[in-house]
């Protein structure tokens, strides 16, 4: 008996020995092997060092979910986003006068009325995510905010300023001025397993807080939510059965070890009203967001340069010639098919028509919004391998992937004041003496892109990029759209008061 005592005794001894080994020899590896200049998450947001509820939230199913609600709560906050009343002027045009006219400026005169716009109230929740007082909301909660408000579970208020959004993930970043809060630590979406518990914790107006429970019902789910106003919209959402209500929006998904792994987000519901799902924007790709929003600004996209979509049908009915064309590739009934390799895009050279991606860097695609989920957590200049399936074999190609731009530069999304001129609108003596309908006045013009193109103080612009400029809101609009196209250049034309009318093109790109 003591010789097997002994014997179990040894054999276990050299298991924890072999077991210590392993993993300092797979630390030592995957710290030689990480990418060297990678910005992290981590890296620039400081998080507490969070207890964790349950030690596995999956293998410890059915599990006591009241360690992992009471970490939540606190780190969940209500934000309150208000837009000003604001005078705004209009010209009622009569619609028969000269329809050339407008393109210089000088059509349209008709009546100038003014109007207030009501004062107008949002309501949401928000993300602490680090201990100096980022918090991470959704975009749809802060969008055109003049005042953002910020109230802790501990009831503190702070005023919040923007840091940056993202319409495209529908994600923003703001910053309150506070020391040592309270945070949630990053939970790893990728990780979730369908039938997982998870809560949706919120803290909408005149509740203090909310918990909910349910389950992960599905994921990489896309609802074409954000593919509106000509945003193209990434999609890839945790979709769950925790009860996800209004004002709930930006709130915590959090698993059973209470870790963050989702930003709650959409409503799917016929009446506005929790109707058995919610959807939430997963760990994977707000991370990524979120750093580049604080690092640069706005997000560094990257783009695989095709056009396709899923190979499986996910529930819609698929035309039989569409099921034949598949056969004939040698589909395995999941992927992402190429319809067209786009010009100077990443994938050009590399990709063709008809090919279907299987795996982006080890990861399955099972759909398009599983792709894009990928790709959302990449910058341009980043290389990818995908395995692809051609003529009915796989292959294994990488790519570098590049931006909107098509290039692998940094894209900083720099305010009004890179131009570096200063402006009004035109005066009504001015726009009478030079017959004009609308017009911005430059100012004054320092250091900046407009000096660099060449454009001096009184000069009056009408239209940049063919759109017509009335105040400098719609300056600041065009610029932006700008900013993310391939040329990032602002064409300027006007009119300087001695009536010579002028062009310019002004570089908005930066180094």
Same mark, same amino acid.
């Given at each position: 008996?003591?010789?097997?005592?002994?014997?179990?005794?040894?054999?276990?001894?050299?298991?924890? !020995?072999?077991?210590?080994?392993?993993?300092?020899?797979?630390?030592?590896?995957?710290k030689?092997?990480?990418?060297?200049?990678?910005?992290?998450?981590? $890296?620039?947001?400081? @998080? $507490?060092?969070?207890?964790?509820?349950?030690?596995?939230?999956v293998? *410890?199913?059915?599990?006591?979910?009241?360690?992992?609600?009471?970490i +939540?709560?606190?780190?969940?906050?209500?934000?309150?986003?208000?837009?000003?009343?604001?005078?705004?002027r209009?010209?009622?045009?009569?619609?028969?006068e000269?329809?050339?006219?407008?393109?210089?400026?000088?059509?349209?005169?008709?009546?100038?009325?003014e109007?207030?716009?009501?004062?107008?109230?949002?309501?949401?929740?928000?993300?602490? !995510?680090?201990?100096?007082?980022?918090?991470v909301?959704?975009?749809?909660? /802060?969008e055109?905010?003049?005042?953002?408000?910020?109230?802790?579970n $501990?009831d503190r208020?702070?005023?919040?300023?923007?840091? =940056?959004?993202?319409?495209?993930?529908?994600?923003?970043?703001?910053?309150?001025?506070? $020391?040592?809060?309270?945070?949630?630590?990053?939970g790893?979406?990728?990780?979730?397993?369908v039938?997982?518990?998870?809560?949706a914790?919120?803290?909408?107006?005149? #509740?203090?807080?909310?918990?909910?429970?349910?389950?992960?019902?599905?994921?990489?789910?896309?609802?074409?939510?954000? +593919?509106?106003?000509?945003?193209?919209?990434?999609?890839?959402?945790?979709?769950?059965?925790?009860?996800?209500?209004q004002?709930?929006?930006?709130g *915590? #998904?959090?698993?059973?070890?209470?870790? %963050?792994?989702?930003?709650?987000?959409? %409503?799917?519901?016929?009446?506005?009203?929790?109707?058995?799902?919610?959807?939430?924007?997963?760990?994977?790709?707000?991370?990524?967001?979120?750093t580049?929003?604080?690092?640069?600004?706005?997000?560094?996209?990257?783009?695989?340069?095709?056009?396709?979509?899923?190979?499986?049908?996910?529930?819609?009915?698929?035309?039989?010639?569409?099921?034949?064309?598949?056969?004939d590739?040698?589909?395995?009934?999941?992927?992402?098919?190429?319809?067209?390799?786009?010009?100077?895009?990443?994938? @050009?050279?590399?990709?063709?028509?008809?090919?279907?991606?299987?795996?982006?860097?080890? &990861?399955?695609?099972?759909?398009?919004?599983?792709?894009?989920?990928?790709?959302?957590?990449?910058?341009?200049g980043? &290389?990818?391998?995908?395995?692809?399936?051609?003529?009915?074999?796989?292959?294994?190609? +990488? !790519?570098?992937?590049k931006?909107? @731009?098509?290039?692998?530069?940094?894209?900083?999304?720099g305010?009004?004041? !890179? #131009?570096?001129?200063?402006?009004?609108?035109?005066?009504?003596?001015?726009?009478?003496?030079?017959?004009?309908?609308?017009?911005?006045?430059?100012?004054?013009?320092?250091?900046?892109?407009?000096?660099?193109? =060449?454009?001096?103080?009184?000069?009056?612009?009408?239209k940049?990029?063919?759109?017509? /400029?009335?105040?400098?809101?719609?300056?600041? +609009?065009?610029?932006k759209?700008?900013?993310?196209?391939?040329?990032?250049? %602002?064409?300027?034309?006007?009119?300087?008061?001695?009536?010579?009318?002028?062009n310019y093109?002004?570089?908005?790109?930066?180094?």
């Amino acid at each position: 008996m003591k010789k097997v005592t002994k014997l179990l005794l040894g054999i276990g001894a050299v298991a924890c !020995i072999s077991a210590a080994v392993g993993g300092l020899t797979a630390s030592a590896f995957m710290k030689r092997n990480a990418p060297k200049n990678e910005v992290k998450f981590s $890296d620039i947001f400081q @998080q $507490d060092n969070a207890r964790l509820a349950a030690f596995n939230g999956v293998n *410890a199913q059915p599990v006591d979910l009241t360690e992992a609600a009471e970490i +939540s709560i606190n780190a969940v906050v209500h934000i309150k986003s208000t837009q000003e009343s604001k005078t705004q002027r209009v010209r009622v045009t009569n619609p028969f006068e000269d329809f050339f006219g407008d393109i210089f400026g000088n059509g349209g005169q008709g009546m100038e009325r003014e109007y207030k716009t009501p004062k107008r109230e949002g309501i949401g929740s928000g993300v602490i !995510i680090s201990k100096d007082g980022y918090i991470v909301t959704n975009n749809h909660v /802060v969008e055109n905010a003049d005042i953002i408000s910020v109230r802790l579970n $501990d009831d503190r208020e702070f005023k919040a300023r923007l840091i =940056g959004t993202d319409p495209s993930t529908d994600l923003a970043l703001i910053k309150v001025e506070a $020391d040592d809060l309270p945070t949630l630590k990053i939970g790893d979406s990728d990780a979730l397993k369908v039938g997982e518990w998870v809560l949706a914790v919120g803290n909408p107006f005149n #509740l203090t807080s909310t918990v909910t429970a349910g389950i992960v019902s599905a994921k990489a789910r896309t609802l074409g939510v954000y +593919s509106a106003n000509n945003v193209s919209g990434v999609e890839s959402f945790i979709q769950t059965d925790a009860a996800i209500n209004q004002g709930n929006s930006g709130g *915590a #998904l959090v698993n059973a070890r209470g870790e %963050l792994v989702g930003i709650n987000a959409v %409503l799917s519901s016929p009446t506005g009203a929790y109707a058995g799902y919610g959807f939430a924007i997963p760990t994977s790709i707000m991370t990524k967001v979120v750093t580049d929003l604080k690092q640069y600004g706005s997000v560094q996209r990257a783009l695989l340069g095709i056009r396709g979509g899923s190979v499986s049908d996910e529930g819609q009915t698929m035309t039989e010639e569409a099921k034949k064309k598949f056969e004939d590739l040698g589909s395995k009934g999941y992927g992402v098919f190429v319809a067209e390799v786009t010009d100077g895009g990443s994938a @050009q050279g590399v990709l063709k028509e008809d090919d279907i991606i299987l795996e982006m860097d080890g &990861k399955k695609i099972t759909n398009f919004a599983k792709m894009q989920e990928i790709l959302a957590m990449h910058r341009p200049g980043d &290389k990818v391998t995908l395995k692809i399936l051609r003529d009915k074999k796989e292959q294994t190609v +990488s !790519i570098t992937l590049k931006n909107a @731009q098509g290039n692998t530069k940094v894209v900083k999304s720099g305010g009004m004041e !890179i #131009l570096g001129a200063a402006f009004r609108e035109v005066p009504d003596n001015l726009k009478k003496q030079l017959n004009l309908g609308y017009g911005l006045e430059v100012t004054g013009v320092s250091e900046g892109k407009m000096k660099d193109a =060449g454009i001096r103080k009184g000069f009056i612009i009408l239209k940049a990029n063919l759109q017509s /400029v009335k105040t400098v809101e719609d300056l600041e +609009s065009i610029m932006k759209e700008a900013q993310q196209t391939q040329e990032q250049t %602002l064409f300027i034309s006007g009119i300087f008061p001695s009536g010579k009318r002028m062009n310019y093109a002004v570089d908005l790109s930066q180094e």
